[in-house]
T-cell receptor, first 113, second 111 residues
Framework: GDSVTQMEGPVTLSEEAFLTINCTYT??????LFWYVQYPGEGLQLLLK?????DKGSNKGFEATYRKETTSFHLEKGSVQVSDSAVYFC????????????FGTGTLLAVQP | DTAVSQTPKYLVTQMGNDKSIKCEQN?????MYWYKQDSKKFLKIMFS???????INETVPNRFSPKSPDKAHLNLHINSLELGDSAVYFC??????????FGPGTRLLVL
């Protein structure tokens, strides 16, 4: 079945460091891919998405490229801030009638000043 | 304006009790969802409703019963609560197959 695998956390970085959170997926078809972020004590917010191969999603300095050949959707940011500390979830969905999101296990990012 | 809201935010109760969680969205979406996040932060879909019709029921125990009185509301009733039901429950909504927007979550603790 379809699944999403994320790198285990926690990822601890100093402010202004470069961030990469790896995400790979297994899919029977051609899903859309998403990154959601969950700040402490809050719900999930959509960070970015890509709907087809080679699309790049970007938002708030974060970006991820849909790579069909490597079945990956790695999240990157050039310079992290303390305020980026959160749990990041990679997910896929086929849309359609069910439109259910299949999530990875989440990666905790801790940015230190 | 809160797009997807849930009540209550926190719920502490005893084993065996029956409780309900309410969700409302003011985005005009036609599809609503319930997700469960366990203690390890893993998120899994439980149910989805489209125009008040049940679309997804992901092998959830029948102690859990969703109810959608209209397109803007999706409630979750849980009978005979068990310790393993302790989790954060998230409601979400979308316009059919479009991006989902999540509520703030309801933190349920069963003692």
């Amino acid at each position: 079945g379809d699944s999403v695998t994320q790198m285990e956390g926690p990822v601890t970085l100093s402010e202004e460091a470069f961030l990469t959170i790896n995400c790979t997926y297994t899919a029977t078809g051609y899903p859309s891919l998403f990154w959601y972020v969950q700040y402490p004590g809050e719900g999930l917010q959509l960070l970015l998405k890509a709907t087809k191969a080679d699309d790049k999603g970007s938002n708030k300095g974060f970006e991820a490229t849909y790579r069909k050949e490597t079945t990956s959707f790695h999240l990157e940011k050039g310079s992290v801030q303390v305020s980026d500390s959160a749990v990041y979830f990679c997910a896929l969905s086929y849309g359609g009638a069910t439109n259910k999101l299949i999530f990875g296990t989440g990666t905790l990012l801790a940015v230190q000043p | 304006d809160t797009a997807v809201s849930q009540t209550p935010k926190y719920l502490v109760t005893q084993m065996g009790n029956d409780k309900s969680i309410k969700c409302e969205q003011n985005l005009g979406h036609d599809t609503m969802y319930w997700y469960k996040q366990d203690s390890k932060k893993f998120l899994k879909i439980m149910f989805s409703y489209n125009n008040k019709e049940l679309i997804i029921n992901e092998t959830v125990p029948n102690r859990f019963s969703p109810k959608s009185p209209d397109k803007a509301h999706l409630n979750l009733h849980i009978n005979s609560l068990e310790l393993g039901d302790s989790a954060v429950y998230f409601c979400a909504s979308s316009q059919t197959e479009k991006t989902q927007y999540f509520g703030p979550g309801t933190r349920l603790l069963v003692l």
